[in-house]
């Protein structure tokens, strides 16, 4: 499929997508919103495909929603097609792990697709923020929410009300970067290496752990654990199980059949 706005790749078992509108600091305007989707549905329906790396150029993964294309749209225009809903909602449904990894920019919506992935990865070039407030509008796209619930009440405060960026030492320091890769070249390649590395586990496993995590965001403690167990109880069930624990006791490395 030929996308206008986004590269795509497989390599093996992993799935790339990249942002592609260098000119305009991969603003994502709703043709890329909408590829993004579009690829990212092949990866979930696709078997072959185990893991997802999204990532953008070396200025920016992505500098927020296109400013140019929305600065004129009108309240009853955005109200009445929801605005920024369908697409942007679509990337936090899909079960794959998606692993970002961010260079530049990621910034207002950009920083919310990053925050919508499983983990990021940045090199020390990355620059996170939501700016929102110095257009005169506010986060759309789960920012006020997700960034919240990542950094805290004061830290969120402070990044939203100010409009400031976060370096990729501070965010790492606040838990919204998993790792920081220090050499820029390899930034892609060690997201390409982590998807492989959780490639390599079983996949109803990986997608049941992924599941779990994002419950914690959504559930009291005492729910949450109770969904866990539950979700714990029927990894016993995957042949996969059998495996793993076959290979330990057998001292080899398991082969999970993703069943
Ligand atoms: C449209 C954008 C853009 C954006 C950059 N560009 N960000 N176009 N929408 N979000 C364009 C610029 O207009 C310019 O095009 C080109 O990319 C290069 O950008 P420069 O500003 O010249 O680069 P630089 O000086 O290096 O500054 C980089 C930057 C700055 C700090 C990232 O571009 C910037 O502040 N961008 C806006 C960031 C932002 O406010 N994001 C939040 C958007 S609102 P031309 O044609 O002039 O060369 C949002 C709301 C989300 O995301 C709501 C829910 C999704």
């Known amino acids: 499929m030929a996308y206008n706005t986004i590269l795509v790749e497989t390599q093996k078992e992993i799935g790339i997508i990249r942002l592609n509108r260098p000119d305009a600091m991969n603003a994502l305007n709703t043709e890329m919103v909408k590829e993004m989707g579009q690829a990212l549905d092949k990866f979930e329906d696709n078997k072959k495909i185990k893991a997802i790396v999204l990532t953008g150029n070396e200025?920016?993964?992505?500098?927020?929603?296109?400013?140019?294309?929305?600065?004129d749209k009108t309240?009853?225009?955005?109200?009445?097609?929801?605005?920024?809903?369908?697409?942007?909602e679509h990337i936090s449904k899909i079960r794959k792990p998606i692993v970002a990894a961010v260079s530049g920019y990621a910034l207002g919506g950009g920083c919310e697709v990053a925050m919508m992935c499983d983990v990021i990865l940045a090199d020390e070039t990355a620059m996170f923020g939501q700016p929102e407030i110095t257009l005169g509008i506010i986060p759309g796209a789960g920012g006020t929410q997700r960034l919240t619930r990542i950094v805290g009440k004061y830290k969120a405060m402070d990044m939203i009300l100010t409009g400031r960026m976060m370096d990729a030492k501070e965010a790492h320091h606040v838990g919204l970067v998993s790792r920081i890769v220090v050499n820029k070249a390899s930034l892609v390649e060690q997201a390409i290496k982590t998807a492989r590395k959780i490639g390599r586990m079983s996949l109803p496993t990986i997608l049941m752990a992924k599941e779990c995590i994002n419950q914690a965001y959504e559930m009291?403690?005492?729910?949450?654990?109770?969904?866990e167990r539950r979700?714990?109880?029927?990894?016993?069930?995957t042949r996969d199980q059998k495996e793993g624990m076959?290979?330990?006791?057998?001292?080899?490395?398991?082969?999970f059949k993703n069943q």
């Open 59 to 71: 200025r920016a993964f992505a500098a927020g929603a296109d400013i140019k294309e929305m600065q």
């Open 75 to 88: 309240y009853m225009e955005a109200y009445l097609e929801d605005f920024i809903t369908k697409g942007w």
């Open 220 to 227: 009291s403690l005492s729910a949450g654990i109770r969904y």
């Open 231 to 237: 979700m714990f109880q029927s990894t016993f069930a």
């Open 246 to 255: 076959k290979a330990f006791v057998e001292k080899r490395r398991p082969t």
